[in-house]
T-cell receptor, first 114, second 111 residues
Framework: DAGVIQSPRHEVTEMGQEVTLRCKPISGHDYLFWYRQTMMRGLELLIYFNNNVPIDDSGMPEDRFSAKMPNASFSTLKIQPSEPRDSAVYFC????????????FGEGSWLTVV | SQQGEEDPQALSIQEGENATMNCSYKTSINNLQWYRQNSGRGLVHLILIRSNEREKHSGRLRVTLDTSKKSSSLLITASRAADTASYFCATDNFGNEKLTFGTGTRLTIIP
């Protein structure tokens, strides 16, 4: 299996621009998670989906952030407009109901907003 | 908010020595897991221990769980240079699919 695939791996953008991060979960997994990692705040869960439906978005920092999962093999995390404080590594992760509670992470999208 | 706090924040040891990292958490849990993160990479699952278990082994890894103290420890025996990474504990609650991660321990193995 290819694992969780994220794109882009690195992005540098100017403040105010729209950023779209993409994720392809492991085939057959029915849960998808978006995490953000920073030095100051560590790993934070932003939102997670079950069977493409958002279950808990309480970690989404503000209205500038939105996430969608139009089908079982694709999800996006969008920031509009972006701000320098959004600079972080954004991880997508997935898990299958039958695989216990282990989640599998992608390699992350490194976002820098200047 | 973070459920777990790892201790120490950073640890440097000589290759071949044992490394012990601790994790404390705040609320009741269903499972506790340990993950490793190499620099610039995603997190990789190492081991899971359930709330009704006290100790678990996997290769050179030994995990203990003390639910009365709300704490866990990860022991890596006979450390290798390749063990250099950050290690995170993660907890989940009954009926909740969310994993909440601790602050991490940065382990450096000196060849």
């Amino acid at each position: 299996d290819a694992g969780v695939i994220q794109s882009p791996r690195h992005e540098v953008t100017e403040m105010g621009q729209e950023v779209t991060l993409r994720c392809k979960p492991i085939s057959g997994h029915d849960y998808l998670f978006w995490y953000r990692q920073t030095m100051m705040r560590g790993l934070e869960l932003l939102i997670y989906f079950n069977n493409n439906v958002p279950i808990d978005d309480s970690g989404m920092p503000e209205d500038r952030f939105s996430a969608k999962m139009p089908n079982a093999s694709f999800s996006t995390l969008k920031i509009q407009p972006s701000e320098p404080r959004d600079s972080a590594v954004y991880f997508c992760a997935s898990k299958g109901t039958g695989s216990g509670n282990t989640i599998y992470f992608g390699e992350g999208s490194w976002l820098t907003v200047v | 908010s973070q459920q777990g706090e790892e201790d120490p924040q950073a640890l440097s040891i000589q290759e071949g020595e044992n490394a012990t990292m601790n994790c404390s958490y705040k609320t009741s849990i269903n499972n506790l897991q340990w993950y490793r993160q190499n620099s610039g990479r995603g997190l990789v699952h190492l081991i899971l221990i359930r709330s009704n278990e006290r100790e678990k082994h996997s290769g050179r890894l030994r995990v203990t769980l003390d639910t009365s103290k709300k704490s866990s420890s990860l022991l890596i025996t006979a450390s290798r240079a390749a063990d250099t990474a950050s290690y995170f504990c993660a907890t989940d609650n009954f009926g909740n699919e969310k994993l909440t991660f601790g602050t991490g321990t940065r382990l450096t193995i000196i060849p």
